[in-house]
T-cell receptor
Framework: GAGVSQSPSNKVTEKGKDVELRCDPI?????LYWYRQSLGQGLEFLIY????????KSGLPSDRFSAERTGGSVSTLTIQRTQQEDSAVYLC?????????????FGEGSRLTVL | AQSVTQLDSHVSVSEGTPVLLRCNYS??????LFWYVQHPNKGLQLLLK??????LVKGINGFEAEFKKSETSFHLTKPSAHMSDAAEYFC????????????FGAGTRLAVHP
């Protein structure tokens, strides 16, 4: 497809389990971003990748959260020992450049529910 | 530091009437400003952007916004609402000198009634 693809679209897990969320950006987009959308917190920046490097990971809420990007393409966001407050929609976005044009192309998100 | 404040969490209009979604921003430098729209169970989509060119910006689906530096505002308007405009709208700010680290407002949910 031509857009940003995220999987799974829905994930229900038990507290304490690890989860992996995948993002497949638009082909050729060098920049990739993860955001989290939750009730009461709105949309929060998590991490930014330029190629396979993450120059800004300042939004990751704790050391239980990590992300990687390989081949300048697919990215995986991993949450270890999930907690109920991790329940949210995790959005991935990509852009063709890193300049501040503001046009990010978003996926439809992965909805995570931690029981 | 940058921030945006969306002044209304919910706006309800009748089909065919004007839409006004209000946004104020705070920035220590000349920012880039955007409106994004999120339809139910859909990804966020860029509606329009201001990047220091014309202060009146036209976007998709008949929306426009005016950058007013003196009022630090970037309100979104549309002359005539359509049922398909029902969605959540986000005012967004970023530093044009950097990468696309977007700071989102809390969102305004627009309801359109027949």
């Amino acid at each position: 497809g031509a857009g940003v693809s995220q999987s799974p679209s829905n994930k229900v897990t038990e507290k304490g389990k690890d989860v992996e969320l995948r993002c497949d950006p638009i082909s050729g987009h060098t920049a990739l971003y993860w955001y989290r959308q939750s009730l009461g917190q709105g949309l929060e920046f998590l991490i930014y990748f330029q190629g396979n490097s993450a120059p800004d990971k300042s939004g990751l809420p704790s050391d239980r959260f990590s992300a990687e990007r390989t081949g300048g393409s697919v990215s995986t966001l991993t949450i270890q020992r999930t907690q109920q407050e991790d329940s949210a929609v995790y959005l991935c976005a990509s852009s063709p450049t890193t300049g501040g044009t503001g046009e990010l192309f978003f996926g439809e998100g992965s909805r995570l529910t931690v029981l | 530091a940058q921030s945006v404040t969306q002044l209304d969490s919910h706006v309800s209009v009748s089909e065919g009437t004007p839409v006004l979604l209000r946004c104020n921003y705070s920035s220590s430098y000349s920012p880039s400003l955007f409106w994004y729209v999120q339809h139910p169970n859909k990804g966020l989509q860029l509606l329009l952007k201001y990047t220091s060119a014309a202060t009146l910006v036209k976007g998709i689906n008949g929306f426009e916004a005016e950058f007013k530096k003196s009022e630090t505002s970037f309100h979104l308007t549309k002359p005539s609402a359509h049922m398909s405009d029902a969605a959540e709208y986000f005012c967004v700010v970023s530093d044009p000198r950097g990468y696309n680290k977007l700071i989102f407002g809390a969102g305004t949910r627009l309801a359109v009634h027949p």
